[in-house]
């Protein structure tokens, strides 16, 4: 068993890593591919249109349920080249509807881990998306005296974990970022200096994805969340 580090500050990332989130837009997704019920493309196409106008999206409008239904409503639109009626709008909110004030789902053992790790680190939460929506999930978590301090941030990039970083007064190299999403949450805070810990999630967004170095020593890659008690 690797031995535990002395105390450090432990940054964590908060959709798809203390919680499920992903899985239920991805459920959103499979039904409008269904509905849609497109008379020549499959699936995997419309998929990929999707994805496309989501990407654009995200740079252009942010994160969260409001920009996926609007994504929703322009892929419908660029697929059927004519605007979306407003019955067909109502059909998709319909579809989204799972989305809004669904209660925040625990990943296993993120209590009781948190709990351990309180007791030896000084934790942070770091989380990007709608304020608002955000700010839903993180009071309706139960988590939150865990952490010295959650942010919600637009985005994650390196800039972000060096504002953290002045913000809270820390050594970005005795500092942990600990998420499931190359992109947001390893790629960038390597950037800046800070060590990572990669636990995957099989649902995380496909935006999300990107290649890592499987030679950097300063990410560490595990298989659960409760698996970190034994690094940290």
């Known amino acids: 068993m690797p031995s535990r580090r002395d105390a450090a500050v432990l940054v964590f990332d908060a959709d798809d890593t203390l919680w499920e989130n992903n899985v239920l837009f991805e459920r959103v997704i499979d039904d409008f591919l269904t509905w849609l019920d497109h008379p020549t493309l499959d699936r995997a196409r419309i998929r990929a249109v999707l994805d496309d106008i989501e ?53 296993p053992g993120v209590a009781e881990t948190l709990d351990d790790l309180a007791g030896r680190h000084e934790l942070l939460l770091l989380t990007k998306g709608e304020r608002e929506e955000q700010q839903r999930k993180l009071d309706a978590c139960g988590l939150l005296h865990h952490f010295r301090a959650a942010h919600i941030v637009p985005e994650k990039d390196a800039d972000t974990y060096r504002w953290l970083a002045r913000a809270h007064a820390f050594d970005p190299t005795a500092a942990w970022m600990i998420g499931n999403s190359p992109r947001s949450d390893i790629l960038p805070a390597r950037a800046a200096g800070m060590n990572a810990v990669f636990i995957p999630n099989e649902n995380t967004w496909v935006l999300e994805h990107d290649e890592l170095d499987p030679s950097d020593q300063r990410v560490i890659r595990l298989a659960a969340f409760p698996d970190l008690v034994h690094h940290f």
């Open 55 to 107: 990407r654009a999206n995200a740079v252009a409008h942010g994160y969260g349920s409001k920009v996926f239904l609007r994504s929703l409503g322009e892929c419908l639109e660029k697929l059927r080249e004519r605007p979306a009626t407003a019955r067909e709008r109502t059909e998709i909110e319909q579809l989204a509807a799972a989305l809004v004030g669904h209660q925040v789902e625990l990943m």
